[in-house]
């Protein structure tokens, strides 16, 4: 089904709209939990609660890219847990290997900030830099940091080998640092 009828079936309140969207996107939901928590049975859970999460965002929210609105959702279900089942332990999966490596380059996206607005305001600028880019960087830079793919799968998904992946992943995070440095965010 066509994500435009099946966010019309949420604005009806129609619950075959869970039913289609679980149909077309609980694999690709499954695989972004699953890069986080590595845990089949945490990821299933996320992904059910992404499904009550879109019910309730939508309405209001009409979203233009269904699949990118779900897997934020999933995407930030997904490390809250983490955090929580984490909280005072390293882990070793993907997601915690990822905060390391951007921590590295001198942007720790993990630190406390003071209001939504300063989430808001950091977001637009790694969005910015992220369209001063090329695409293949780009879309390496999202696998990797986004959706917590590591360094196999992404080579397999671009066919690059896995030195050209970590050359493109170091320029990105330290071309990153020093953008965000150079429009005033501060570490």
């Known amino acids: 089904m066509e994500d435009s009828k099946i966010i019309q079936l949420y604005w009806d309140r129609d619950e075959e709209a869970i039913l289609q969207t679980q149909i077309k996107y609980e694999r690709y939901l499954t695989k972004v939990a699953y890069n986080i928590l590595y845990s089949e049975e945490d990821s299933a859970e996320t992904v059910n609660d992404t499904y009550l999460h879109a019910w309730n965002a939508i309405p209001p929210h009409r979203p233009e890219v269904l699949s990118a609105f779900l897997s934020k959702i999933t995407r930030r279900l997904s490390i809250d847990l983490y955090r929580k089942k984490n909280a005072g332990k390293r882990g070793g999966g993907e997601y915690e290997m990822s905060l390391q490596e951007l921590a590295e380059s001198g942007f720790e996206p993990g630190r406390c900030m003071d209001n939504e607005s300063e989430y808001q305001d950091l977001g637009k600028l790694i ?8 695409p293949d960087m ?29 050359s493109m992943l170091f320029r990105a995070r330290n071309g990153l640092a020093d953008y965000l440095k150079k429009e005033g965010y501060e570490a």
């Open 127 to 134: 969005s910015e830099y992220l369209r001063t880019i090329s």
């Open 138 to 166: 780009r879309n390496v830079f999202i696998s990797r940091y986004y959706r917590c793919d590591n360094l196999q799968e992404i080579c397999d998904n671009f066919g690059f080998s896995p030195s050209k992946v970590k």
